[in-house]
């Protein structure tokens, strides 16, 4: 579906402005009988929230879910799932000054050519504060994941600007240390050159790009459709929709330019496959092996240092955007990301159980490589 | 849309099997009145077909569409347009040995587990054979783009291998040469190097990896749709959707990760943009610029050099694919790619039409950057 | 779409549950730049609301709605208006004793089916309070429609029980004397008959069906899409999706089982129609004539009058509903088929225009019939 | 879905002009592994056939299905499954008087309105030759619904004009009787009646509308979907996209306008239901008894008597349609009824499954009521 709805069975409608009343979605599609309380959807939402380190925009909001409709005594009825949280936290005047500007590298300019209107407060629609619901609904899809079909979707910030995960890093985290670090970064010893890295970015006033990596471990073999609803296909939309992505790779991604045939795919064998350059996907169809993707965020645009742009009566100016802002909008990308992806398996999974809920399990299911993860697996 | 349906005004229905009788579509929501005829199918038809040169699978298909529907005295009606290609020049006994093994790498295994049921003539459904629909409904989507808006959708292979375009190429193609070989390379002087290349990689038995980059032309500022419609995010599934494509990549793309905010924004000035990092589209919606697309494609799964895999009893075997194949299905895949783009493009544009219909030219509108090629734009 | 969406370019999502905290909507696709006020939605809200007078349940709904998001200054920016209306009158505990025991002709037993779990209180989803956000989003489709399109979409009760307007009435409704009673009568002498009637009706315990009708002046030619997209197609079904609604006709309906096609057939004069016997469609596209449906009401199941039935441990019992309901949910109903009838015109407007805004107005096109009112036209 | 695809998981897509090279259609989303060879098609398509007897129109088509795709071995294999009949019965010249002409009350103005483009031969895509792929698909869902659900769809003419089935008829027809005369007419002895009123009918070149009455027995209660996705609001959207249908009724329909609640409601006892005035269906989700749906098919347009009406230059003149039509076109509808029918129900039960799969048998469950046939039960 198109504009503000996401997914075919499990259908999310997000709503709000940046800087209006309220932010909400909708939960449509999700099976009955879930048990799923308010304060659940606070530990990611929190993952997500700005102003939980100096290196996120120092708004602070409070982001208490309340469930409005879907949920009797602690369980999902079947019905839709509606959920709000009201905004706190809005400083619309700090937009004042660039009302009548737009923005070089910022949406502003492309809704202003499409809508002919405008609300400058905070980005209005365009905001990440919309990525809030995508957070809450996919808390929803996690927990459904989990329960039903023991899926775990997680990721962790891969690259921060020119920074890397260094040795014995090896491409398997410790989900316990990603958790750990404000960066989601997967090597603990590491955190102290982000910190003085990000230290010295905030000073400058520029912002700077990351790449972000979610690994869903546990997707059943037949998860996804062929053609134009293939998962991973579908994965690329989702993930290309959260806001300052650029790029999106499934497995070994563009890696694989420079990859022969054989150096490329995974070899099969009784007891598994023997390497994962596939993502997990062929054909569009899950293979039972982990789900891999990785997408790029491109440095905000919001910056205090000046730029050439035109105003709203076309004429040459600089701007220069005060206001709160991340000075990398990839740290938070991580919460979002497992969000999303976890919609579309948990869509997918819906979807497979339309059309092939009498095929069973066929044989021979190859085993999945070695787990992506350790420690708390 | 889910499955074999693609788009949501525009919307383009595949079906056949890539051994079966024939392959088809349908193409529902055309506006009325645009003059095609059943020949216009064959210049993009030509250079998606194998058989074109001898770097590309043996089989030589006469692609021949007949319009079976929704055109009447050479004009569209506004119902739906049915095309069909009769398959033949099928080989189904060149599959006989590996009708009950899987290929490493291929999607015979994932469609196996989902549905429990195979077709292993020519990878059945999942065969790239179906993408010679796409590229046909894109025919349509092309003409219309061009002449109700002045669009043009182009591309190019970008990368082969490691083996990269060369100066005094500068990713503004001249056109005309990248049609003057079979490999849709933009500088000609390195054809021979390609050649030599690919007959090497043809007699090892091996596979290669490729990028194809499209470029779009004309995009009026405003078509896209907020978070779930995103123009980029549309882009993504549709390359994405396209067999053996593992990544998408909008503008700059991944290189984002490793650029400040300061670089990535594209500067904007009365005469125009000063640069296209963002790839024509802010906050999915686009700028007015070009809209800029890269997508890599994997090395093919099907190889004559032997590989460990299973059998459909579960039992180790080694498998080698005789047949027709590709050595590099990156070559063919540009006027695939073309198509998506066109498909997407179309489909938005109908869609802005639709809701914003009345907002007309919105100013300041900014002009596009140096256009984006030279010679016959 | 499926569930608890509504329409294709516009679309309307529902959620709430009758005794839950709140119901709200989601309206996605809306044209920018139209004008919306809170206070806008009150004079539907109220016509539809229960309490207005003796002869609707008794429940009393303030019906404040708070627009959270997608309106600016006033207008529509384009982006998803949510609508949230805070439910302050329930009374859960009327539904206690009823909590174990199915109403016969209550989707309460069809509900506990479906997803295994039953939300009592009040119906939960299935509750008539669900049509306050339809109401709620038709506000916005009329006021849209007759800004952009001078149409109109008015209804009034046609049939109560065996009472049926009187002589002068001659199908052509004096739309101030609809909304000067309670009942949206179209005939001012009949309106004591009719509160002698409902008065005794409710005193008995008992219900009665009612049969409303929906006319659409103005609209132009050419809206509605042919085979599964057909206007009256859509009105069918959005006009069955009210709760209770058991019938649907178009034009002159199920009268036409025994009319003749020299009887049925709207004959054609350069000056207009001759008749309107198709209700302004043909083919599934509006002919320029007014749309006409009408629907059937059942008399509501919640009855203080005993009936066997069963309770969830599927022992025989017998059931008396206490609680506040309206013996004719048909009185109500109007302003509800109104909304539908708007919103699916809107939708369709807004499609036509995407795929077929360059074919402009056609000739002939003749004029439609005498119009279906006087007074206020 | 709008236009000319139809469904949501079970989604058919038609093509095809009456008078073009052919018609055909795509059936998506259909479960692997069920037996389909083409002779099956054959049954369906002979009942909706034209030339079957003299009562209907004289063009005779082959209707000889070829299965392009989606079927191997003679299994659906989950993909796509296109079905193509060629037209071969075409008689254009038929059409030559008319092509300046609108026939009033029928589509070809309307179209014309909407595309500004006229495809005369025939109706093009608005003739009842589109329904031949509706039947078509249906078969397919007939076949799946009785072998995985144990559900049969079957419908009767109940009223031919002015004539309804006498006693012993009671509204439980005798199903062998209904196959056994070419007006699918439930009293064997009332057929001769039946032919003299078509003899004479056609003798005087006029039509008669008629009333096609549904029963879908085996249904289990729980398919359908509340609000906008509920069971009677697909079934009337489905019926009403039949050519010529203007009106829908579930169960007891405009009778219910004057039933007293009392008498509507359908008491239920551990035994059973005692009656189905809900005609199986409860806010929009089924109960377990027989769904019965009932619709009117208005008179067609095209006589032979002269009729008012404007050529495309607006200028007045008389019609007169000469070329192969039915004086009575809604006695060929029921096989298309029942396809319909049966297509909302396979789609509703595969989505049913997606979000319920888990829910399981909810006791208590009410047997449905006596069946709604009898002889070949």
Redesign the interface.
């Known amino acids: 579906?198109?504009?503000?709805?996401?997914g075919?069975?499990l259908?999310v409608?997000?709503?709000?402005?940046s800087h209006?009343?309220?932010?909400?979605c909708?939960i449509?599609?999700?099976?009955?009988?879930l048990q799923i309380a308010p304060e659940e959807f606070r530990h990611d939402l929190e993952r997500r929230a700005t102003g939980r380190s100096r290196h996120t925009s120092a708004r602070r909001e409070a982001d208490e879910v309340?469930i409005?409709?879907?949920v009797?005594e602690g369980?999902t009825?079947?019905?839709?799932?509606?959920l709000?949280i009201r905004n706190t936290d809005q400083r619309s005047k700090d937009y004042a000054n660039i009302a009548q500007q737009?923005?070089?590298?910022?949406?502003?300019?492309?809704?202003?050519?499409?809508?002919?209107?405008r609300?400058p407060r905070g980005g209005?629609?365009?905001s990440a504060r919309?990525t809030t619901m995508r957070v809450a609904a996919g808390v929803i899809a996690k927990k459904w994941l989990a329960q039903?079909h023991g899926v775990t979707v997680r990721g962790y910030l891969a690259?921060l600007?020119?920074i890397t995960p260094r040795p014995p890093f090896d491409g398997a985290p410790d989900w316990s240390a990603v958790e750990d670090n404000p960066f989601f970064w997967p090597c603990a010893g590491q955190v102290p050159e982000l910190e003085t890295y990000m230290d010295a970015l905030r000073k400058s006033g520029?912002?700077?790009?990351?790449?972000v990596q979610v690994i869903a471990d546990g997707v059943p073999?037949?998860?996804?459709?062929?053609?134009?609803?293939?998962l991973?296909?579908?994965?690329?939309?989702?993930?290309?929709?959260i806001?300052a992505?650029?790029?999106?790779?499934?497995?070994?991604?563009?890696a694989?330019?420079?990859?022969?045939?054989?150096?490329?795919?995974?070899?099969?064998?009784?007891q598994g496959f023997?390497s994962n350059?596939?993502?997990g996907?062929?054909?569009?169809?899950?293979?039972?092996q982990p789900v891999t993707a990785s997408i790029?965020?491109?440095?905000?645009?919001s910056?205090r240092?000046p730029?050439?742009?035109?105003d709203?009566?076309?004429?040459?100016v600089e701007v220069v955007t005060t206001g709160r802002h991340d000075p990398c909008v990839g740290i938070r990308a991580t919460p979002i990301a497992e969000a999303m992806v976890a919609l579309v398996l948990m869509d997918q999974a819906?979807?497979?159980?339309?059309?092939?809920?009498?095929?069973?399990e066929?044989?021979?299911?190859?085993p999945g490589a070695a787990s992506s993860g350790n420690a708390d697996d």
Chains 1, 2, 3, 4 share one sequence.
């Not at 520029?206 to 790449?211: E, F, K, V």
């Not at 694989?256 to 009784?270: F, I, S």
């Not at 996907?281 to 039972?288: D, E, F, R, S, V």
């Not at 066929?362 to 190859?366: A, C, E, F, G, N």
Request: charged share 20%; aromatic share 6%; glycine share 18%.
């Open positions: 579906m198109g504009l503000n709805t996401f075919h069975i259908r409608t997000t709503f709000g402005e209006g009343p309220a932010i909400g909708v449509d599609g999700c099976p009955p009988g309340e409005l409709s879907g009797y369980k009825t079947g019905t839709p799932i509606a709000l737009f923005r070089p590298g910022h949406a502003d300019y492309s809704y202003w050519q499409k809508y002919g209107i609300d209005g629609r365009s919309e039903r690259q600007g020119g520029d912002s700077i790009g990351a790449r073999p037949g998860w996804g459709e062929p053609i134009y609803g293939k991973d296909g579908e994965l690329a939309a989702a993930l290309m929709s806001n992505v650029k790029g999106v790779e499934i497995g070994d991604g563009f694989a330019v420079t990859q022969k045939g054989t150096e490329h795919r995974d070899l099969m064998t009784p023997l350059h596939a993502g996907i062929l054909g569009g169809i899950a293979t039972g790029v965020l491109k440095p905000t645009s910056l240092l730029g050439q742009t035109v709203v009566a076309g004429e040459p819906l979807r497979h159980r339309a059309q092939c809920g009498d095929v069973g066929v044989l021979p299911r190859i």
